[in-house]
Every structure is written in C-alpha cells, then in structure tokens.
C-alpha cells in the first residue's frame, strides 16, 4: 500500500487542469451495456474506480479499451451475471443493474457492502425496478432481478436523505427500453444525472426534464453506439479549490465547470474567499484571514456532501467557529478523529461538526477511510506545521488523477511512497 508523505507550509501557486468526472464516467460507462453497438467515451479519468467499472464490462462480455483518456466499449454479447470479487469493491456498480435488465430481461448483481461514509442502501433503485415490473429477490447477498418487459410507470424516488443519485441513474437507463412512459419524480438533480440523460439522448433515448426533479422517459426499442466527452469533475475542482485557500496560495483551474460549484464557491466566498471565473476558467486565493461560516450538505444544488471533508480541514485553521450540518451521509465524519491527531478541535453533535478554528495544525502520521476524507488529511497536510503522512493512499486513488502529481506541479511538497 502507498502513501503520501506532505511537508507543511508551502503555498500552492499556479495553474491546475480539471480531470473528467468520476461520478459522471461511470454511469454512462454501465450505459455503454444498453446497445451492442461501439460507444467511445472521451475525458475519463483515470483512476481505480474507472478501471474496476472496465473490469465488470469485460467481466460482462463487453470488449473494452481505455488509452489517453478515452474508453472504447463493445457490449456486443453480454451476459448477466457480476462477480462478487469484483463488484464489493466498488458501490457505483450498482448502476449496472438498470441497464442489464433493460437489454437482457435479467441482472444478478452482488448487493454493494456498506462503506465507512455509513450505510449505503440500494432500497429505493429496487423499489423503483420493482415499480417498472421487475421482479426482485435477495438471495445469499445478490440482487436477482427479471423482468421479460419493463413497464413505464410513475417512479417516487425520495428518501429520507432526499433523492438518490445512482438510483435516479438506474431507473433512467431502465426506463429508456421500457413499454411507454416513465416519470421520475423526486429525481437526482446532480449535473452528473444530466450527462449521463445527455449521452442516453444521444444514443436515441427520448427523456426530458433531466437536471430538475422530474424526469420523463418514453421507451424506445433501440439504443445505438455514441460519442461522448465527459463533464469536468466538480468535486475535484472543489477540492483544490480549498487546496489554494488553506495553503494561503492562488490557483487557477482550468477545463471545469464554474456552474456546477454554485453551492462551494458561494460558502467560500461568504468565507472570504476572492474568485474569478472566466468561461471555464477560475481563479481562486484567500486576499486576508479568511471567516468561520456555517454550510448544510445537501443534494445538489446545494453544498455537496462529498465537499464536507474537505470543509472541516479547511475550517479547522480559519479563526472563529465554523459549523457543517452533513445531511445526506449522517455518519460521514471518519475525517474528524484523524484531523483532531493534527490539533483540529471539532465537536460533533448528532450530524453536525463544530469547528473550532486553531492557530495551526501539526504534520502527524494520518490514516485515510474514504475517499474524500483522505483528500482532506491531504489538504491537511498543506497546512501544518511538520510532516504529515497520509496512509492507506488507494483511497484517494480511486477517485483523484494523479493528486500528487498535480499537487507537486503547483509548489506542494508531497511524495508517495510505499508503506
Ligand atoms: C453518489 O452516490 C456519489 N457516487 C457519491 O459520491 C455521493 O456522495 C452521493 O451520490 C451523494 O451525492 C457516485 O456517483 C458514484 P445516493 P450514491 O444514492 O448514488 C440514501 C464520492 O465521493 N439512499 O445519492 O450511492 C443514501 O444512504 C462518492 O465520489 C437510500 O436511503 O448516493 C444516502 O444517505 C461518495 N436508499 C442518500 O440516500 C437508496 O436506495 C444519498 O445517496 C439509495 C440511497
């Protein structure tokens, strides 16, 4: 296992390019199985997640390349059936069921494991399969699920933590084959969702309303292959975003979305942040101490869950108390005791953080639990005093293009090294 090796104190300077969205690749990579046609994927980052998705399609039949970026995927002849080994190790594979069921009439699925962000239940995808006439059962930790048609219907995808994002991904892609129309109500709004509508659009799916929280989709016989360029991943501009800020530096991002940070860049401006866009271009710095804010996670539009971490380092050593309400994952906290063994002082309160800004956090040995709770303890990292060393790196590598790469070629030192 690797891992990362930061000294403290240095400003991050210079100029960052945006890789292709994770949580938008793959989606429409499991799309890919909805035709038999060749379907090219540009923009695709590389990282452990995408690599597993491929690993499933091959798995599925699918013939599969992926160089400089760019996927190539035939699922030409395809079975149904995943393999546990593969799909524990990924929740997002979750989002293959909708389409096997739609080309194949049947999925079996391994049941994703829960993860350390907290339970990660799949109740409403099949609730919302089961809506469309599939017939579901749970058997030795797999989802078996028939269906010789699906049948449009009226799917209410609203949970307790609001919507659902793979779940809205799941019943879009099934219901693009379905007999008749699907309405989605209470739908994901992720810019992610509206991409992966935009590539099924493509492919000749007729479906209107993506993006807001009602989503119409009339079934059609045939899916063809596409072209198709991947959005600019939101979550890792954000993340140096606060990258820039926490380590007193001044970035600028390019090749991302501005109008899919609404949520973060609002929070950090309110924080005092200074932020210029230009197209799809951002420049971002602290001008002076930067202010306590309070933030509540939730869907999107509003402030991303998977920003929260990356929120407490950064509120840790900003004067005042800051407060972050986390709303969509309540247990979604893994990054507090690490980020205390570097003098962050933060209660929690149910599901709410209290920040108490320090003076300075101190380099100590740190251990990643999720993705972004890793990205954290790296931004972390930047701004203590000492050394830091973030363990468990293959966290962070399934969800960031070459991090410390990028990190180091704007003034960071980091450096990865076997554990
Ligand atoms: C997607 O996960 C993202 N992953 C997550 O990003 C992100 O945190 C999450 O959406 C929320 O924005 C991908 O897109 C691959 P949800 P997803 O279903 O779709 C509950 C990252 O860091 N729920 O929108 O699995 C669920 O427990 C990852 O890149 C049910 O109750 O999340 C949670 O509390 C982490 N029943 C809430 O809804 C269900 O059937 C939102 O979950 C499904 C979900």
């Given amino acids: 296992m690797d891992k990362f090796v930061v000294h403290g104190g240095n400003p991050l300077r210079g100029s ?7 949580n938008s690749a793959l989606p429409i990579l499991a799309a890919t ?58 929740r997002a594979s979750i989002c293959v069921l909708g389409p096997l069921l739609a080309r194949l009439g049947r999925a079996t699925i391994s049941l994703p494991g829960g993860c ?5 239940p799949i109740d409403l995808h099949l609730k919302g399969l089961e809506t469309l006439g599939a017939q579901i059962e749970v058997e030795e930790g797999n989802v078996i699920a028939s269906a010789p048609r699906l049948i449009g219907s009226e799917v209410f995808l609203g949970g307790k933590f609001g919507s659902t994002v793979l779940g ?18 209470s739908a994901a709004c992720e810019p992610e969702v509206r991409d992966l509508a935009e590539f099924l659009i493509k492919m000749g799916a007729k479906i209107q309303g993506q993006g807001t929280r009602r989503i119409e989709i009339e079934g059609v016989d045939f899916l063809r292959g596409v072209e198709h360029h991947v959005i600019p991943d939101r979550i890792e501009a954000g993340t140096f975003m606060v990258g820039a800020l926490i380590s007193g530096g001044d970035l600028r991002l390019t090749h991302l979305a501005p109008e899919h940070l609404g949520a973060v860049t609002n929070a950090l401006k309110q924080a005092g942040a200074e932020i210029k866009i230009e197209g799809n271009e951002m420049q971002i ?3 002076g101490p930067l202010k ?63 920040i108490h800004g320090v003076d300075h956090l101190g380099g100590a040995p740190v251990m990643a639990s999720d993705l972004r709770a890793s990205a954290a303890l790296v931004l972390a990292g930047l701004v203590a005093k ?6 468990r790196v293959y966290h962070i590598d399934r969800g960031y293009e070459k991090i410390d790469e990028k ?5 960071a030192v980091i450096e990865r090294q076997k554990e």
């Fill in 16 to 22: 960052l390019r945006i890789s292709g969205s994770k």
């Fill in 33 to 90: 199985l909805l035709t038999p046609e060749p379907c090219i994927i540009h923009n695709v980052p590389n990282l452990s997640d995408i690599r597993y998705m491929l690993q499933i399609l091959q798995h599925l039949g699918a013939e599969v390349t992926f160089e400089n970026g760019t996927v190539r995927v035939c699922a030409a002849n395809i079975h149904s059936e995943t393999s546990y080994d593969l799909v524990r190790k990924m």
């Fill in 116 to 120: 350390v962000i907290g339970d990660r």
């Fill in 168 to 185: 809205t991904d799941n019943i879009m892609m099934a219901a693009t084959r379905a007999k008749g129309v699907t309405i989605i109500e």
């Fill in 285 to 287: 710095r602290a001008t």
């Fill in 292 to 354: 306590s804010i309070e933030v509540i996670t939730e869907t999107y539009p509003g402030f991303p869950t998977d920003m929260q971490a990356q929120f407490c380092a950064l509120m840790s050593v900003v004067p005042g108390i800051s407060v972050i309400a986390e709303k969509v994952f309540p247990n979604r906290f893994m990054h507090l005791s690490e980020l205390k063994r570097m003098g962050a002082k933060i209660d929690l309160e149910g599901s709410t953080a209290i």
């Fill in 386 to 391: 000492g050394v830091t060393t973030v363990n």
């Fill in 407 to 411: 990190l180091r070629s704007v003034g």
